[in-house]
């Protein structure tokens, strides 16, 4: 079982930058990839970005290559979402969630954080 808690979500102004965080409790955290996932009003959760358990591989979604970066500290049971150059359509309830190595689905989820940029 691995229960996640991501925070720092918030109001920012276009241009800006903001950082969230996924805290994982669990003793297996470094056995399972992570991803950050968005939904905003009326449309359908994405897949923005992810991490391997290792930290070793990474993957974007088009819409955010260049602005966004992640990163995991596996001895702290965190992962991080880096968001630069934020604009308005990146407006939505960001959530964190993680899958077992080896397996497609993601089956644990945060409770989501919600970052709202102004034009």
């Known amino acids: 079982q691995v229960q996640l808690v991501e925070s720092g979500g918030g109001l920012v102004q276009a241009g800006g930058s903001l950082r969230l965080s996924c805290a994982a409790s669990?003793?297996?955290?470094?056995?399972?990839?992570i991803g950050w996932f968005r939904q905003a009003p009326g449309k359908e959760r994405e897949l923005a970005i992810s991490?391997?358990?290792?930290?070793?591989?990474?993957t974007y979604a088009d819409s955010v290559k260049g602005r966004f970066t992640i990163s995991r500290d596996n001895a702290k049971n965190t992962v991080y979402l880096q968001m630069n150059s934020l604009k308005p359509e990146d407006t939505a309830v960001y959530y964190c969630?993680?899958?077992?190595?080896?397996?497609?689905?993601?089956?644990?989820w945060g409770q989501g954080t919600q970052v709202t940029v102004s034009s």
């Open positions: 969630a993680a899958r077992l190595t080896g397996r497609v689905t993601y089956v644990y």
């Open positions: 669990g003793r297996t955290f470094s056995s399972y990839g």
């Open positions: 991490i391997s358990p290792s930290g070793g591989s990474i």
